[in-house]
């Protein structure tokens, strides 16, 4: 089975290094499936769990906060803000960041604040972060 590499990186480090046969990623243009040889292109990614599938058809989920990646013929790139394998995330933490965005999203939407005082957009953003980081801390 054809493979290609994959390497995740944040601003900190090599979050994931390794051979897959198939990346799913929920990019800008919506929801990509790249598998090897595929053309080369740039996309921006979204906040989402990103699933890596292996020569074995296991898969392994990797949280990203968003970024981009290079697709070339046998190498996939990911520059993530902020990248977390399932060992990584602290699951308290990551249900508490939900609660925390879906209670500023309903005090919005219910008009309990006045917009002024809620960035809706982050917020939304934070949802789709902690969504993400449950997803992936879910495959432990």
């Known amino acids: 089975m054809a493979t290609m590499k994959l390497q995740v990186i944040s601003p900190d480090a090599v979050v994931y290094e390794g051979d897959i046969t198939m990346l799913v990623v929920r990019a800008t243009s919506g929801t990509l499936g790249i598998l090897p040889h595929h053309l080369p292109m740039i996309a921006g990614i979204l906040p989402c769990a990103m699933r890596a599938k ?14 981009f990646m290079e697709v070339q013929r046998d190498k996939i790139t990911v520059l993530a803000s902020c990248a977390e394998t399932p060992i990584m995330i602290d699951r308290h933490r990551a249900e508490q960041a939900y609660a925390r965005a879906k209670e500023r999203i309903d005090r919005f939407h219910h008009g309990f604040e006045p917009p002024k005082d809620i960035d809706i957009k982050r917020a939304e953003l934070a949802l789709e972060r902690a969504i993400a980081r449950l997803k992936v801390s879910n495959s432990k």
């Open 54 to 67: 292996l020569e074995d058809e296991s898969e392994e989920l990797i949280a990203v906060a968003g970024g």
